[in-house]
């Protein structure tokens, strides 16, 4: 079973900085998009930041633009994700995610969600 492995979650106050990463399986050797979602309390699941199939970025609104980065690694199938100036409305759960192309067709691919909680 392919599986996506997330780190960098945790803790830290309004104002802070966390950098969360994403890597996929070696067994996947191309992928169509990468990207971050997140679940935030009372919201539906929506977009923070991914590349597209042509490689440009995009973020989920211009606010997540100005203050979280996403970066990623072709060659060895990493994402990033700098989230800065943290507030407490971003508490939840991240999720990395990646599309990528299989026998099947394209298959999509979740990470299992790491935990982001911004205190005041």
């Known amino acids: 079973q392919v599986q996506l492995v997330e780190s960098g979650g945790g803790l830290v106050q309004a104002g802070g900085s966390l950098r969360l990463s994403c890597a996929a399986p070696?067994?996947?050797?191309?992928?169509?998009?990468m990207g971050w979602y997140r679940q935030t309390p009372g919201r539906d699941r929506e977009m923070v930041a991914r590349?597209?199939?042509?490689?440009?970025?995009?973020y989920g609104n211009n606010d997540l633009k100005g203050r979280f980065t996403i970066s990623g690694d072709d060659a060895d199938k990493m994402i990033w994700l700098q989230m800065t100036r943290l507030r407490p409305e971003a508490t939840g759960i991240y999720y990395c995610h990646y599309l990528y192309p299989s026998a099947r067709g394209p298959e999509n691919i979740w990470g299992q969600g790491t935990r982001v909680t911004v205190s005041t």
């Open positions: 070696k067994n996947i050797y191309s992928i169509y998009t």
């Open positions: 590349f597209g199939e042509n490689g440009k970025l995009y």
